[in-house]
């Protein structure tokens, strides 16, 4: 039987400009490229098929929003085949960071390549649409490698996955970024043990959040004042282990795709003080990330 790959919406067509002007060196910590294909092919064994969204198209778009540095994350329609996030970093000349897909059995020259080229984390899916789950081995290997390169653990869960796994988390001996808000479920409420789990995460030290897909955990869309009001929450309980990321061109999204200057303007909710938004998108980007 041919697997078939569910091809998924692009982005939005015509965002418009936002309202609210960005900090100098401002930093959209989570986005992706795709493709082009006839140059950076997908990987055969993908789950989902996006459009092409090249990096071209990442850079009129943070023309447009104010952007001026970039943390890209590898995505699993590229598997890992890291040449077209090589090839972004190489074209950024230091105004874009990379977050790469490590086996357990990559090879200790490949992530150093990655290192020298920009990439400063890997990134662990527990979520079932994007595959199998790492187990304790793979990921003890994967610690093995990147640990020696300072690189930083992005931890991809969802629903309760960030209650499940908060042991993993208090386990690593590295900096642990957690993707997405967790991917918590809002319907619970402000007060679930997911959103309770993730901010004493946040309290342990050197765990970071990315306030970024807040059209992914909005109940009511196009509305997302309740992942904005999550997102506030956790700017105000660690402001300096918060980033901020568009998530363009916001792959694997079904019915509600957000216009990303209404993504920017949801800062002033977010952040409403302009010192917390100088930490979001400029101060703690450049630690986390290691910008110069």
């Known amino acids: ?162 209650a499940e796994h908060a042991d993993l988390v208090r386990s690593l001996p590295l900096r642990v970024v957690i993707d997405h808000m967790a991917r918590v479920d809002l319907r619970q409420g402000l007060g679930s043990p997911a959103v309770t789990a993730l901010r004493e995460l946040l309290d342990t030290g050197d765990v970071w959040v990315k306030v970024s897909g807040a059209d992914r955990l909005a109940t009511e869309p196009p509305s997302m004042a309740d992942s904005a009001a999550l997102a506030a929450l956790l700017v105000r309980g660690a402001p300096e282990r918060v980033v901020w990321g568009t998530d363009f061109p916001h792959p694997n999204t079904h019915g509600f795709v957000p216009d990303d200057g209404d993504l920017v303007d949801l800062l002033a909710k977010v952040a409403p003080d302009p010192a917390d938004r100088q930490r979001l998108l400029v101060d703690n980007p450049t630690t986390c990330f290691g910008f110069p």
């Not at 997908?42 to 996006?50: E, I, L, S």
């Open 1 to 162: 039987m041919t697997k078939t790959h569910p091809q998924n919406p692009g982005p939005h067509p015509n965002p418009h400009r936002p309202v609210l002007a960005l900090p100098a060196g401002a930093c959209d910590a989570h986005c992706h490229i795709f493709g082009p294909t006839a140059r950076f092919p997908y990987a055969p064994d993908r789950t989902f098929t996006p459009p092409e969204a090249p990096l071209g198209d990442l850079e009129a778009l943070h023309r447009l929003l104010g952007v001026e540095r970039a943390v890209i994350v590898q995505s699993a329609a590229h598997g890992t085949d890291h040449a077209s996030l090589e090839a972004a970093l190489a074209e950024g000349a230091g105004r874009y960071r990379g977050v790469a897909l490590i086996r357990p059995d990559t090879r200790p020259a490949e992530v150093a390549r990655l290192h020298a080229a920009g990439v400063r984390g890997a990134r662990l899916h527990f979520t079932p649409h994007l595959g199998a789950a790492p187990t304790a081995e793979e990921i003890d290997a994967i610690v093995r490698l990147i640990a020696p390169h300072g690189w930083h653990i992005a931890l991809h869960v969802a629903g309760d996955g960030v």
